[in-house]
């Protein structure tokens, strides 16, 4: 460990004790005795003094012969020569006594000193604590990553379900780790750098943390953002620190977290300046990378879940070579981690972690974990003897559609479109049989502006979709509105974002699936990745004429959609009102009420 140099009071006592040590010496080189008032003007009387010096209330007498001793000087304090006066006359010795002031005098000075210095000091520490500048000045250039060993992390790939491709893809490294000459047998080296992908939530560092825990090495955790500071050049310092730390105690595990906010493409932003700070961290890190040698033992782990936005000198082969994709588990994932979180909760005998998942299709295992514990806390406060599946079922409501808002009273005319509106969207969705089966229509208001809700859950785990599952889920998306005019001659307000989501998948099934035979099979539009685009905005391919067909195409989709939802629920009227009557007294809804009330589907 290098030295830390830092400032020591004690260094400061030290010199002021030996400055006045040495005004000591010199002023006993010329020899002086102090003798009383009285007996400098004997001195005097007797005419034994040559020369006499008055310095303030001293008397400083050189005497016109040495004495048998040798001095040639003496030194007294003057006294008031009418108080001399009267005390001569008793022929008693009298004298001035010269308080010492040099501690006094010191203090003085040396006090406003150290106060000012550890008022400046206190300043200082909570500036550096608020700025993650570390325990002081000489310290802002180290690495703030925290160290954990195995026993620190007490995570392993058991405590990792739903990414059994991510764990794979990670258990050569820690082979690697484990036996570094067995695994490079044949020549191969590990990927220099590892870079994780996926959503928020699926489990990115606790993968990180199980391949630590699983090879039993340290473990440097560091967050991107921890890297920037306002001080030129803290970052640049702060990762050359990092990488040496590792390589001494190699072999070592870097994991870097939110690597976007450290690697973040250079000159994204043009027109607005750039940031010296940031680009000089990320070339250091790019120059590390570059520098050390997997075959020691430094394996570089990273996660991000905005790869689209890194700079591509990290994503060239050398560097972050390999990408390794955490996705959002399928329903045999979902089960996989609920099975890892329901292991501290107090199950019902009736419910199944099969039963749990096919209720949160597109969950992440952080939303899963949430939506445990909600459903605990729950049955808790519901004085149950254990977590049952209407606890589950009432959880995922609270995540998907927010907290219920019984003190928001509608009046009975919102009720009653409010109630049409969510019946509107089951009774087609119903009709149409389309793969998102409907759980559950309520009118009780939930969240900041839903009055009702409608939730629908997929029967399976689908990554396609035709055209005709595309125009069917338009129809249920505009299915609320279609009802109002059905049942009250006119729309509402209500359906704002259904319009807005039919709108976009129409404009999705124009410009980029070329499922519109009039504009031919072409692709018109592209996901643009603002944060690489130096014109910050969607880059546009097609000319005036093409615009306006491609507007035309989507008005006609979103018509047609309409339409379509019209003439279900047309057809169905009494049973709308039926539904809807029982609707506004019981408030909710399930699965199969709804099916007794709807009748048998018919062809789209």
């Known amino acids: 460990m290098e030295p830390q140099h830092r400032f020591n009071i004690g260094y400061l006592i030290a010199a002021v004790l030996g400055i006045l040590l040495l005004q000591w010496l010199l ?37 016109k012969a040495p004495e048998s001793d040798g001095i040639r000087h003496v030194v007294t304090q003057r006294v008031d020569p009418q108080l001399a006066e009267r005390l001569g006359r008793y022929g008693v010795n009298y004298s001035a006594v010269k308080e010492n002031t040099l501690l006094r005098d010191i203090l003085s000075w040396v006090l406003p000193v150290l106060l000012f210095f550890g008022l400046w000091m206190i300043v200082f520490r909570r500036f550096a604590e608020k700025q993650g500048l570390g325990d002081g000045l000489m310290a802002i250039g180290k690495s703030k990553a925290k160290v954990y060993v195995e026993t620190d992390t007490r995570v392993s790939f058991a405590d990792v379900a739903g990414v059994d491709e991510a764990k794979a893809e990670l258990q050569e490294i820690v082979n690697f780790l484990k036996q570094p000459d067995a695994y490079g047998r044949l020549g191969a080296r ?40 306002m001080f030129v050049g803290v970052g640049a310092a702060r990762v050359r620190d990092l990488f040496e730390q590792a390589r001494r105690q190699a072999p070592a595990i870097i994991f870097i977290d939110e690597l976007d906010a450290l690697g ?130 009432r959880a995922v409501e609270r995540i998907v559609a927010g907290l219920e808002k019984k003190n928001r009273l509608l009046n009975p005319h919102e009720r009653r479109v409010v109630a049409y509106h969510e019946l509107g969207h089951a009774f087609v969705a119903l009709a149409l049989g389309t793969t998102e089966t409907v759980h559950k ?19 399976e785990d689908r990554y396609l979709m035709t ?35 039919a709108s976009e998948i129409a404009r999705s099934m124009v410009t980029r699936f070329g499922m519109v035979p009039a504009l031919g099979q072409a692709s018109y539009e592209t996901e643009t990745q603002h944060f690489l685009d130096p014109n910050l905005g969607t880059v546009r391919r097609y000319g005036e004429a093409t615009a306006q067909k491609i507007d035309e195409a989507i008005r006609d989709l979103v018509e047609q959609a309409f339409q379509k939802a019209l003439s279900v629920l047309s057809g169905e009227r009494p049973q709308l009102d039926a539904a809807a009557e029982r609707l506004l007294v019981q408030e909710t809804l399930l699965e199969r009420e709804l099916r007794e009330l709807v009748a048998p589907p018919k062809g789209a």
Do not use: W
């Open 27 to 63: 002023s006993g080189v010329e020899r002086v005795r102090g003798v009383p008032y009285s007996e400098f003007e004997q001195m005097l009387a007797d005419g034994r003094i040559a020369e006499v010096v008055i310095a303030g209330d001293s008397l400083r007498g050189t005497l």
């Open 190 to 229: 590990l990927p220099k750098g590892i870079l994780l992908v996926g959503p928020p939530g699926t489990g990115k560092t606790l993968l990180a943390r199980a391949v630590a825990g699983e090879a039993g090495v340290p473990f440097f955790s560091i967050n991107g953002s921890e890297f920037v500071e």
């Open 467 to 501: 055209r005709t599952e595309l125009e069917n889920k338009m129809a249920v998306l505009l299915a609320g509105r279609a009802a109002e005019q059905v049942v009250f001659g006119e729309v509402s307000t209500g359906a704002a974002d259904d319009l807005a989501k």
């Open 441 to 459: 229509v309520s009118i009780i208001p939930r969240g900041i502006g839903a009055l009702g809700y409608t939730i629908q859950r997929p029967t």
């Open 264 to 393: 973040r493409a250079r000159g994204a932003f043009p027109m607005a300046g750039g940031h010296d700070e940031k680009e000089q961290t990320l070339n250091q890190l790019l120059s590390e990378m570059d520098g050390f040698d997997p075959r020691q033992g430094l394996v570089l782990l990273a996660a991000t879940n905005r790869p689209e936005i890194l700079d591509p000198a990290l994503l060239r082969a050398g560097r972050f070579d390999r990408q390794v994709l955490v996705d959002r588990p399928d329903k045999a994932g979902r089960v996989q981690i609920l099975n890892v979180h329901l292991r501290k909760v107090k199950l019902a005998a009736d419910v199944s972690p099969e039963q749990i998942a096919a209720l949160t299709p597109g969950f992440s295992g952080a939303d899963l974990a949430n939506l445990v514990n909600e459903a605990a806390l729950l049955a808790t406060r519901a004085g149950s003897e254990a977590v049952c599946l209407d606890d589950f079922t």
